[in-house]
């Protein structure tokens, strides 16, 4: 069993859906979440940082953590062609650049 | 969000040849840079860990003599590949700690080795 598991998609929306993205992981020491975009051939771009359960929202982003069932989510709110990408979950055990544990990534499809 | 670049951003050379790509934190002092390689269509895959003024760790399977990595400065690191074959190729990604966020990585844009 991977530690963490991401569907890898794609998963294709029309413009203006709400889209969901989600990872659960195995190891419940970790505290650290993350969301990055990649564009292809492109690095990944950092969209979200958490580090509690709940829900953390910036922009049309809302992360969220539900740490006692080991889940985290993407939403993505009035999506544009421009989201077309890979977004991978991503998590560390503490701080202090700690290696981060990846989800596979899921290719994101948005059509006008 | 800190910026992370890399050069080159694609390199073509010869089996057998060494290649060497730069990564630098151009706005911030990253005491550890990370690299990585990614294959088409997968999640990155983890190399070495660099920091400043030691030596690097290298993950499981992964050949530090192949794969040298150098970081000798807080914004610069350097993995040369050694001796490349066409296995090598492969998009390489570094990723930087610091910035504004003292817990996460920022990743340069990628350099895309090909082995002919």
């Known amino acids: 069993q991977k530690e963490v598991e991401q569907d890898p998609g794609p998963l294709s929306v029309p413009e203006g859906a709400i889209v969901s993205l989600n990872c659960t992981y195995s190891n419940s020491a970790f505290q650290y979440f993350m969301w990055y975009r990649q564009y292809s051939r492109k690095g990944p771009e950092l969209l979200m940082y958490t580090y509690s359960s709940g829900n953390k929202e910036d922009g049309r982003f809302t992360a969220q953590v539900d740490k006692s069932s080991k889940y985290i989510s993407l939403f993505i709110r009035d999506s544009q062609p421009s989201d077309s990408a890979t977004y991978l979950c991503a998590m560390i055990l503490n701080t202090g650049f700690q290696k981060l544990v990846f989800g596979t990534g899921t290719r994101l499809l948005v059509s006008p | 969000g800190a910026v992370v670049s890399q050069h080159p951003s694609w390199v073509i050379c010869k089996s057998g040849t060494s290649v060497k790509i730069e990564c630098r934190s151009l706005?911030?002092?990253?005491?550890?840079m990370f690299w990585y390689r990614q294959f088409p269509k997968q999640s990155l895959m983890l190399m070495a860990t660099s920091n400043e003024g030691s030596k690097a760790t290298y993950e499981q399977g992964v050949e530090k003599d192949k794969f040298l990595i150098n970081h000798a400065s807080l914004t610069l690191s350097t993995l040369t590949v050694t001796s490349a074959h066409p296995e090598d190729s492969s998009f390489y990604i570094c990723s930087a700690g610091g910035g504004s966020q003292a817990d996460t990585q920022y990743f340069g844009p990628g350099t895309r080795l090909t082995v002919l």
């Open positions: 706005d911030f002092q990253a005491t550890t």
